[in-house]
């Protein structure tokens, strides 16, 4: 984690973290490739939160926490191709760091991971006021660690695998539950 920090204050990108890909054609802005050959963008996937755009249309975000590498890029592809805004992180420490910048509509985590776990980082956020919705998409099973997790306010407890489609439905009904509180408020 430290090795990490230190690496993004280099301005070196973080393995866990998404890299958007943009396409652009001859002509466009600097960086031009001349072709639409894919380049990386040179921000991350949100820029910090300014409250500027406030009110705009935009993609539903989600933060996707997940330790496992291949896990928490497939389940990034899934959710992009979603139409949902993603940005990714490795364990429950990783995610605190973003969600103090950026606001996200959906955290979906693991519940065991390294450093800090699902648990626990519910448990800050909730201290912490961070009202964002939580849902968890674990391996660990068993009625005991859902009625905990329910207990503690997260929105859903789903146990991998899981079908891509349940999972889309499930965080477009968290969604949708809380637009509709949100406009009740």
Known sequence: MLEEMRREANGERS???????????????AGTT???????AEVSPFAPDTG??????????????????DGRALIERHLTSGGYEVLAAGDGAEALM????HTFDLVLSDINMPNLDGLRLVEIMSQKGIDTPVVFLTAQSGEEAEVLSLEMGVEDFLTKPVKKNVLRLRIQKVLERHAASAGRA
Do not use: N
């Open 98 to 101: 973003y969600l103090g910048s």
């Open 34 to 40: 001349g072709s639409a050959e894919p380049v990386a």
């Open 52 to 69: 500027e755009d406030e009110g705009a249309e935009r993609a539903p975000r989600i933060l996707v926490v997940e330790d496992d590498p």
């Open 15 to 29: 393995q866990s973290r998404a890299v958007p890909i943009e396409r652009r054609e001859a002509g466009d802005e």
